[in-house]
C-alpha cells in the first residue's frame, strides 16, 4: 500500500431527474464539469440519474446511456459513479426473465473505462404516507446477487469503493460485508421518498458509517418529479457526505434545488480514518458474522 497520504476528493450530486433523458444528461454533464472545476476526482450521482420512471424505456438505452457518461468521465479525466440505470441483462449478459430489469450502479475511470458493475441487492417494498402511496420494486425489478468493492486509483494511491444503491442502506450486513471486504468508502446514490427521507436519510448515512467505519456519500434525488401519466413523486435530497465516525461532513440541507443540480464535496484522508478504524477496532471484535 502506498505510504502517501493523499487526500481523495468525493463530490455527491443532487438531481432533479424527470422524464426528459437528454435533459438530465445536460444535468449530468454540467455537474461533472463543474465538480471536476472545483477539485472532485470521483463523482456520484443520484439513483435515477438519467430518468425517474420509464424504467424500461430507460434500459433500452442502457448501453448508449452508459457510454455517454463514460465519456463525461474521460472528458473531466475523473471517476464518475452513474448512480444507477436500468437494464434489461444480468452482469453476465443473460436477459432478465419474465420482463423484469436490474438496477445497476456503474464506477468510470478517468480513461472511460467501466471498473465496476454493481446491481443493486435490496428492492424497496414499502407503504407510504404520500401520493405514490406503494412502492414495490420487485414488481419491476430483479435483484442483484453479488457485493461489489471497486478499486478506485487516484495517482499512486487505490480507494477501495463499496457499492451500494438507495434501499441498500436500510441493511447494515451489506456494508460490514463490504468493509470486510476492504472497502473504504461506500457510494450510496439514493432516490428516498420525501416521507421516508425526511425521517431517515440522514440517520441512514450515519448508521452505516459507523457500522463500517467508512466514508459514505450519499448522492441524492430532490424535489417533485412529474411523470408523464400526469402523476407525480416527491424525492427528499439533502445529498451528503458522512465521515467513518458518523460525522456529518458536508450537506445540501434542501429537497429543491436553486439550480439544475448541487454539489457536496468532501476529503477521505485514508490515515485518519485507519486511524480511527485502530482506535475502535470494532471488526476486531466482531464475533456474529
Known amino acids: 500500500m502506498n505510504s502517501s497520504n493523499h487526500q481523495l476528493n468525493v463530490a455527491a450530486i443532487q438531481m432533479n431527474s424527470q422524464q426528459n433523458i ?17 477539485g472532485a476526482e470521483l463523482v456520484v450521482l443520484p439513483e435515477n440519474c438519467c430518468s425517474m420512471g420509464q424504467q424500461s424505456a430507460t ?14 468521465a474521460r472528458t473531466a479525466g475523473i471517476h464518475v459513479l452513474a448512480g444507477s440505470l436500468p437494464c434489461h441483462y444480468r452482469p453476465d449478459g443473460t436477459v432478465v426473465p419474465d420482463g423484469r430489469l436490474r438496477q445497476v450502479s456503474q464506477l468510470f475511470a478517468p480513461d472511460g473505462t467501466r471498473v465496476a458493475r454493481y446491481d ?20 419491476t425489478f430483479e435483484p442483484g446477487t453479488q457485493t461489489v468493492i471497486a478499486p478506485l486509483a487516484v495517482g499512486n494511491t487505490v480507494y477501495q469503493l463499496g457499492m451500494m444503491v438507495c434501499f441498500d442502506l436500510r441493511f ?20 428516498f421518498t420525501y416521507l421516508t427521507g425526511q425521517s ?57 434545488l436553486d439550480k439544475q443540480y448541487a454539489i457536496v464535496m ?24
Open 22 to 38: 437528454e435533459d438530465n444528461l445536460a444535468d449530468i454533464k454540467a455537474a461533472i464539469t463543474d465538480a471536476q472545476a472545483q
Open 59 to 72: 434500459a433500452e438505452r442502457f448501453d448508449d446511456l452508459s457510454a455517454t457518461i463514460a465519456d463525461y
Open 120 to 139: 443493486k441487492i435490496h428492492l424497496f417494498t414499502a407503504t407510504v404516507a404520500d401520493k405514490h402511496g406503494s412502492y414495490n420494486e420487485a414488481a
Open 172 to 191: 447494515p450486513a451489506l456494508a460490514q460485508r463490504l468493509r470486510q471486504a476492504g472497502a473504504e468508502l461506500l457510494s450510496a446514490p439514493s432516490a
Open 200 to 256: 431517515h436519510w440522514s440517520l441512514l448515512l450515519r448508521a452505516r458509517a459507523l457500522d463500517s467505519q467508512c466514508m459514505v456519500i450519499g448522492a441524492a434525488q430532490g424535489g417533485e418529479h412529474l411523470y408523464k401519466d400526469g402523476s407525480t413523486r416527491q424525492t427528499w435530497g439533502h445529498a451528503a457526505i458522512t465521515a467513518f465516525d458518523s460525522s456529518v461532513i458536508t450537506s445540501y440541507d434542501d429537497s429543491e
Open 266 to 289: 468532501a476529503s477521505l484522508d485514508k490515515q485518519a480514518q485507519e486511524q480511527g478504524r485502530q482506535k475502535l477496532p470494532i471488526f476486531d471484535c466482531h464475533r456474529l458474522a
